[in-house]
């Protein structure tokens, strides 16, 4: 079950800050989605795409998610998220922490719970700052840990002027 918390409004944004203001739904990480990850970056490791190898010789006891496909996720769950109807742009920013605790092994499902840290003014627009959790269904441990920064752009007029 997600949720978002009602950011339709600069005040009620910055009213979030130190809350969480969004649980993602459950991703499913199949072999498939690990496999296109390897090919897109071309990191082959073992552990991430020989079936095989990985169910005889991994601790894991099978094949394993990258962290930064587990990492990469965030544009998805901002992407469904984080609507401010007050602002035309988001751009991620970068990440100031990442720790990742927990493998993630191929056919378990992943979600992300985001905590408001921090709300700054920038030019044309706001810095977030959010604690990002990304939890394996089933597990207590989490995947991954992560401080992750966004830019959001107010919306202009017609004039290029800010509408927010």
Known sequence: MSYSADLGSLDKLRAQVGREVFLTDWVLMPQERIDRFAQATED????????A?????????????????TLSLLGKFY???????FCEMGLNYGLNKVRF????????SVRGRFLLGKLED???????????????????KPAVIAES????????????EGAA
Do not use: C, M
């Open 44 to 51: 082959f490791q073992w552990i991430h795409v020989d079936t």
């Open 53 to 69: 190898r990985a169910a005889k010789s991994s601790p894991f006891g099978g094949t394993i998610a990258h962290g930064f496909l």
């Open 79 to 85: 992407e469904a998220h984080l609507s401010l109807p």
């Open 101 to 108: 605790t927990n493998p993630v092994r191929a056919g378990s």
């Open 122 to 140: 920038i030019a044309g627009g706001l810095q977030l700052t959010f604690a990002v959790t990304i939890q394996i269904d089933g597990q207590d």
């Open 149 to 160: 920064v966004v830019r959001q752009y107010f919306k202009t007029d017609s004039s290029g």
